[in-house]
């Protein structure tokens, strides 16, 4: 009993020091309570479009590599709900220009878009330095859609149609704090239609969202304690 006693006592004592180690840790390189996030990105872009048969001949060889370059800008407010973890909100605008495709036989297609996104924003911090992001939220895009193939029907020889529409819309990422300044790189999802065949395109057809992906590079300043 006096063993037990003693095991117990030092395993009490040794759960005190490693407390009282990490939470001085923490106490000394503190993470704000609260923050501010405005910053540029520059990402590459895939999207989805009206498909005839040169490019579905290479999909998967060549038509999914075809990226457009975007920009956009972020800006965001979270709060610290949990040591190292924080909830927020965050309010971006991004231009995506025109992912295209362009062949020889004179068959070519394009989709061109641009968004303002209102996401809910998580993030959590592995070191003091490090953190990893998650955001959702809606999308307001704005897109236009082209395809050309001299080959085709008069009809369908260009389609060209504007669309505006609301999609879901995801990302994640990782960020690198050097001060006040974050490096970041992640992944975004715009959710929407896939491919359109144009062999059923009609010129009368409605033209819906097309989804994209993106591999998205930014760089933030971040306002902390304000």
Same mark, same amino acid.
């Given at each position: ?11 009490? *004592? ?23 996030? =405005? ?29 457009? =370059? ?26 995506? *220009? ?21 996401? =809910? ?43 505006? *529409? ?14 006040? =300044?974050?490096? *970041? ?42």
């Amino acid at each position: 009993m006096k063993h037990l006693k003693l095991k117990l006592i030092a395993l009490t *004592g040794a759960m005190a020091l490693a407390s009282s180690a990490m939470a001085n840790s923490y106490n000394n390189n503190p993470l704000p309570k609260h923050k501010l996030n =405005v910053g540029g990105s520059i990402m590459a872009v895939n999207a989805k479009h009206i498909q005839g048969q040169a490019d579905k001949a290479t999909d998967g060889m060549l038509g999914n590599f075809f990226y457009n =370059v975007g920009f956009g800008a972020q800006a965001g407010y979270a709060w610290q709900v949990a040591p190292r973890f924080y909830l927020g909100g965050e309010l971006g605008a991004q231009t995506n *220009g025109s992912v295209w495709q362009n062949f020889s036989i004179d068959t070519a297609n394009a989709t061109q878009s641009s968004m303002v996104t209102a996401l =809910v924003t998580s993030e959590i911090y592995f070191t003091h330095n490090w953190s990893i992001n998650l955001k959702a939220g809606p999308a307001f895009v704005y897109q236009t859609a082209s395809y050309r193939d001299k080959n085709i029907q008069s009809t369908k020889k260009l389609a060209h149609k504007n669309t505006f *529409g609301v999609r879901p819309y995801a990302s994640i990422g990782t960020t690198y704090y050097i001060g006040n =300044v974050g490096i *970041g790189l992640g992944y975004s999802h715009l959710f929407g239609h896939g491919d359109i065949d144009a062999s059923k395109f009609s010129s009368d057809q409605k033209m819906p969202i097309f989804s994209e992906n993106s591999i998205q590079a930014t760089v933030t300043y971040q306002f902390s304690n304000l």
